[in-house]
């Protein structure tokens, strides 16, 4: 340890230095991860003049496993995606897949037309597209010249 010049006792210790350059590092490596969530499943969701499309990524489930439901501009995503089989007798070092029911609902800006609403579930991917009801899309308005 090295004593500060012109401050009595105090000493400069290299090490402990270092342990907090190397905090400060890990906590501006750690911002600069994408964020992390537990909601289930991730989505994404895209708006436009005609409506909202929205992709779900479910791998492990079956599409006869899904229920899908819209009501006025809430669409609800209720599922199961079973636990993995463990033979007796087998040690699990790590399980982070998320096993068991899940329920995500997404308030819309717009109310849905649920009666056009199309739903495809292709490699674990679900792509919801919600269109919005026609008297709630917005209008261009000619100006007449007068």
């Known amino acids: 340890m090295l004593a ?3 401050n009595a006792g105090r000493t400069f210790d290299p090490f402990r230095q270092m342990r907090l350059v190397q905090q400060d590092v890990k906590r501006v490596m750690n911002n ?3 964020p992390t ?3 289930f499943p991730p989505i ?3 708006t436009g003049p005609d409506g909202a499309v929205i992709t779900a990524e479910i791998p492990g489930v079956a599409a006869d496993d899904l229920d899908i439901a819209v009501h006025q501009n809430t669409v609800t995503l209720r599922g199961k995606r079973d636990i993995d ?3 007796e007798g087998a040690v699990v070092h790590r399980q982070e897949r998320v096993a068991g029911s899940f329920a995500r609902s997404l308030v819309l800006p717009f109310r849905v ?3 056009k609403a199309a739903a495809a579930f292709r490699n674990g991917l679900l792509r919801l ?3 919005r009801p026609d008297a709630d899309r917005p209008r261009k ?3 007449s010249r007068t």
């Open 44 to 46: 994404n969701i895209w």
């Open 85 to 87: 089989p463990v033979a």
């Open 113 to 115: 037309d649920g009666e």
């Open 32 to 34: 600069l991860r994408a």
């Open 4 to 6: 500060y010049p012109g």
């Open 37 to 39: 969530t537990s909601e």
């Open 129 to 131: 597209e919600l269109p």
């Open 141 to 143: 308005i000619a100006i």
